[in-house]
């Protein structure tokens, strides 16, 4: 099983992702998402043997009690790019509103699941909701001018779970299940 854990957007959220997508319509190489799959990972975890769910799940339940944080609004909008403007491979929505509480879940879930083996993150956590994929420069110009000159709103949700979900690639793109929920 291919899992991540994640706060998800409500599809209630996804026309406003699809706008902001529509701005890098015209740009060669960029892929966008799914608009109804629009998450923020707290922790990637890969592959990981499926009799090893319930000690994930257990894991990610201690670590969300652990965080304690109560129901909390995010507020999506801006963008964002990884690695960097001058080599694109991911563009991004951020969180204007809800960081320091994804931030307590991120610490929290990290702690649990390193705990089980699995390799810590090697870089800083930036709360995003990755909305395309750049296979090549193509579009960099195009990319780069709406990451610098717009700042989109997306809307606010309010984040009362987290999911563990289980990514299946398949060649339409990524398709998420998920296969555990916490409530916060």
Not at 13 to 26: G, H, I, M, N, R
Not at 75 to 102: A, C, K, N, T
Not at 159 to 164: G, M, R, Y
Request: charged share 30%; proline share 6%; net charge negative.
């Amino acid at each position: 099983m291919r899992l991540f854990v994640s706060v998800d957007l409500p599809d209630a959220l996804a026309p406003a992702v699809a706008d902001v997508q529509s701005l890098f319509a015209d740009a060669a190489g960029v892929d966008p998402t799914d608009p109804e799959g629009t998450h923020v990972t707290l922790k990637f975890l890969g592959e990981t043997p499926e009799h090893r769910l319930d000690a994930v799940a257990d894991a990610v339940s201690r670590a969300v009690d652990d965080a304690d944080v109560d129901p909390f609004e995010v507020e999506y909008g801006d963008l964002g790019v990884f690695p960097s403007l001058d080599y694109i491979s991911v563009v991004w929505i951020g969180v204007r509103r809800g960081d320091l509480e994804l931030a307590h879940l991120h610490d929290a879930i990290e702690r649990e699941t390193t705990a089980l083996g699995y390799d810590p993150e090697d870089h800083d956590f930036t709360p995003h909701a990755t909305i395309a994929r750049v296979r090549h420069g193509g579009g960099k110009d195009r990319v780069q001018a709406v990451v610098v000159e717009e700042e989109p709103t997306v809307g606010t949700a309010l984040v009362d779970e987290v999911h563990l979900t289980e990514s299946t690639l398949t060649d339409d793109g990524p398709v998420y299940e998920t296969v555990r929920a916490f409530e916060l």
